[in-house]
């Protein structure tokens, strides 16, 4: 995996088809429409050669069965979260345990999810009861986080709706007298000024439920359940009642990690909540803190980390998603976001503040709608088109020809119109980068490039990383528990074993070969190629002697051995086979 960016195609002047991508930190966004190829040439090119850490929005789960299998053999972990999954290949996670309790973030931590909770469609909290069934659930969910190690948004729900209580005035009397700091370490104090080991918000959110009229108080605690109501499904409170991984893991961890968050298009409206939630703490999390050293920004993160947003829009208006736009490049942050088209994304955040303004890079496929078209037509600016023109002049009566003149006339026209755009070829796209004008292109799939095809082919793991708690500690321990047993079983060699014996094997090949006097044995030096042309050179007698000691063991190689060589080519993936035969 060697690229620096988002795959999207190749420059339509060579004839040979290679993969462009986007240079830099800055975003890059792909307005496509649906079923035009954009996950096949552009999200699964990019997984399958994007070396670090990985964030991708996979509604199909496509991307996951196309490339985690190879970025796990690239020594990646891999992370699955399909919130309504129920095949266990999933990894889980629970929002609540984002909340830094026992520091000064906890109530910010917990508004930051609540808001997102009490807001699925983005429009702003706007009624009353919805203003007060925020208040109130950010310290529900305070109050669940302290008092229970498994404390969860599925917990909150519950605890809400528990039909043990007599009355709802004895839920809020309970959490007005809950210990939430058994040590009193974070030195809270009540409204007199007291000591107290229940936390101070949760006391006062309670005590105002207490004060309201009953009438008020029950729409209010009546809206608090319903905005919990999606957690109440077993299936989402089971993937979402732990964590075995935090989003602050992908860029921390000791390796690169590769999330994978999917959702299908049948529960894609009902989990847009969760969904939403995710992606703000995702952001909030990893572009936060910015540390300083020696007058310059320092790199807080062990791993830069690809963000790919597949069908933005349906996050609904999410702010934070557009602000991120234009500062999580600093955080070691790349954002990828695909859009069926640009109307769809300016009806969410109006026309002045277009999604898509903050990207420099836009690939653009042949869009369904033509008000898209004529913006991307507008977008690609203006061009001179030369024409001949000849005129002639004749006397009054006709008999005798006149005057003859030929000319050039330059008249501006659109570089492409918006019904060329409507019927550009299913192959082809635009490119545009900023400051440089528009690049016509042609769409590149994984499947016509061997190497990608041969890396699609891996198998996906059977089950995620589990980063954190109990089940990682049981991961770890199976894994131990493997490896004792390589010698009674062994295990089926991967590439990457193959990789390193094959190495040191040729290693030991180069070292042992003798070369001629009145050869150079090029130390240092790696040969362009395996061909003969490389490998050896004729001298004055027409005897093929060996450049380096390296080219000499290639020489040495049998039929048999090449043929591996061309298989590791093929499976591994190399472009290069000089890699391939040095490894062998």
């Avoid at 069934?133 to 190690?149: C, D, I, K, M, N």
């Avoid at 528990?162 to 809020?172: A, E, H, L, T």
Wanted: aromatic share 8%.
């Amino acid at each position: 995996m060697a690229t620096s960016g988002p795959c999207s195609g190749s420059p339509r002047r060579w004839s040979r088809r290679w993969n462009s991508c986007a240079m830099g930190a800055t975003p890059t966004c792909s307005v496509s429409a649906n079923r035009s190829g954009k996950g096949v040439g552009m999200v699964i090119p990019t997984l399958l050669t994007w070396r670090h850490s990985v964030m991708v929005n996979d509604p199909k789960g496509e991307a996951y069965a196309l490339s985690a299998g190879f970025r796990q053999a690239a020594g990646q972990d891999i992370i699955k979260f399909e919130p309504a999954g129920t095949d266990g290949t999933g990894a889980r996670w629970n929002p609540l345990e984002e909340i830094r309790i026992f520091t000064l973030h906890d109530v910010a931590d917990a508004q930051m999810i609540m808001t997102m909770a009490c807001d699925p469609k983005g429009k702003g909290l706007d009624d009353y009861f919805d203003k007060a069934g925020y208040e109130f659930l950010t310290a529900v969910a305070l109050h669940v986080r302290y008092t229970s190690p498994a404390g969860s948004l599925a917990a909150a729900a519950n605890f809400l709706g528990d039909p043990n209580w007599d009355s709802d005035k004895q839920m809020y009397t309970e959490m007005m007298q809950a210990t939430h700091d058994p040590e009193g370490k974070m030195g809270w104090k009540d409204t007199f000024g007291k000591p107290t080991k229940t936390h101070p918000m949760i006391a006062n959110a309670a005590k105002t439920m207490l004060n309201k009229e009953d009438k008020d108080r029950s729409g209010v605690l009546s809206t608090a359940k319903s905005l919990l109501s999606l957690y109440l499904d077993p299936i989402v409170a089971n993937n979402t009642n732990r964590s075995d991984f935090l989003v602050r893991d992908l860029m921390t961890g000791k390796k690169p990690v590769s999330l994978y968050y999917v959702v299908n298009s049948d529960d894609m409206e009902r989990l847009t909540p969760l969904t939403r939630l995710f992606y703000a703490i995702f952001i909030r999390r990893n572009a936060s803190e910015m540390e300083f050293e020696n007058g310059r920004s320092k790199a807080n993160y062990t791993h830069p980390l690809l963000m790919i947003i597949d069908e933005a829009a349906s996050l609904q208006k999410l702010p934070i998603l557009q602000e991120a736009l234009g500062y999580v490049a600093g955080y070691g942050i790349r954002m990828f976001f695909l859009v069926q088209d640009i109307i769809q994304i300016e009806e969410l955040y109006g026309d002045k503040q277009s999604f898509d303004s903050g990207a420099e890079t836009r690939i653009a496929y042949a869009p369904n709608k033509i008000e898209t078209a004529e913006k991307l037509a507008r977008m690609s600016g203006k061009t001179t088109v030369t024409e001949d023109s000849a005129s002639s002049s004749r006397d009054v009566i006709g008999l005798r020809s006149g005057n003859v003149s030929i000319g050039l006339n330059k008249t501006a026209r659109d570089l492409i119109t918006a019904d060329e755009f409507l019927v550009l070829h299913d192959q082809d796209m635009i490119v545009f980068v900023k400051g440089q004008p528009p690049i016509y292109g042609r769409k590149a799939f994984y499947y016509e490039n061997p190497t990608l095809q041969a890396r699609a082919a891996i198998a996906p793991p059977k089950a995620s990383t589990r980063l954190r708690g109990a089940a990682a500690a049981e991961q770890a321990a199976a894994e131990v528990e493997d490896d004792s047993l390589e010698i009674q079983e062994a295990a089926p060699e991967t590439p990457r074993d193959k990789w390193a014996a094959g190495r040191e094997a040729m290693r030991e090949r180069i070292a042992s070969v003798a070369l001629p006097p009145s050869s150079s044995e090029g130390a240092g030096r790696d040969a362009p190629t395996t061909g003969a042309s490389s490998a050896a050179k004729p001298d004055a007698a027409g005897a093929t002697k060996p450049r380096s000691r390296y080219a000499a063991a290639v020489q040495t190689m049998t039929a048999e051995e090449r043929r591996q060589v061309e298989e590791m080519v093929a499976s591994v993936g190399m472009v290069n086979k000089v890699i391939a035969v040095s490894a062998f």
